[in-house]
Structure formats: C-alpha cells, structure tokens
C-alpha cells in the first residue's frame, strides 16, 4: 500500500490551500482515510476522517473551515482547506489502516503566514 499525498504550499491567512492522496495497492473503498498533521513541537493529530461509507469527522479546531472528500473511483482522498490560520502551519499527512497495520503519506507542508 502505497499513499501519495501532493498539495499544500504557503498561504497568508485567510487563504485557501487543498491537499489530496491517492492510494495505490488498496481496495480503497473499503477504507476508512483520514488527514493528521504535526506542526513543530506538537503532537500529531487527527485532522479529518471519512469513512468507506462516506461519513466525516473533523477536529473542532477547522470545523466550518475545512473539507475532506473521497473519490472511490480515482482512489483519492482529499483536503480542502478555507480560511487558513497560522496555527494552521503543520506537515500534514494522509493516513489509512489495511491488513492489521497503518499506513501513512509522505507528508505535505502547509505554511500560513500572518
């Protein structure tokens, strides 16, 4: 299993920035997928989830301002990110669980400037 995240960049604040995975080597409509990111010093945490069924989570933190979606056709899983704030910045990572174990993205930088 294989997840290949693209997107991100730098922002001022206020800004929109989106972010999507796609995954490889995974009957992904069966999985449920999630974004987490890790700002510095910070613990990971639990961005956004959506279910196979489509049911979505979100952090209290970017409720109203972010967006996760799937695409069971082109196995994508994506983020998109309105009214970006500076506590915001983070790497962000696409994440998902197959075959008793997790699997994680490479990682993508978000920077929200002031």
């Known amino acids: 299993v294989q997840l290949q995240a693209s997107g991100g960049g730098s922002v001022q604040a206020g800004g929109s920035l989106s972010l999507s995975c796609k995954a490889v080597g995974l009957n992904f409509r069966l999985h449920d997928m999630a974004w987490y990111r890790q700002a510095p010093g910070r613990q990971r945490e639990l961005v956004a989830s959506i279910t196979s069924g489509g049911n979505s989570n979100y952090a209290e933190s970017v409720k109203d301002r972010f967006a996760i979606s799937r695409d069971n056709v082109w196995r994508t899983v994506s983020l998109q990110m309105n009214d970006l704030k500076p506590d915001d910045t983070a790497i962000y990572s696409c994440?998902?669980?197959?075959?008793?174990?997790?699997?994680w993205g490479q990682g993508t930088q978000v920077t929200v400037h002031p």
């Open positions: 994440w998902t669980s197959a075959r008793g174990r997790d699997f």
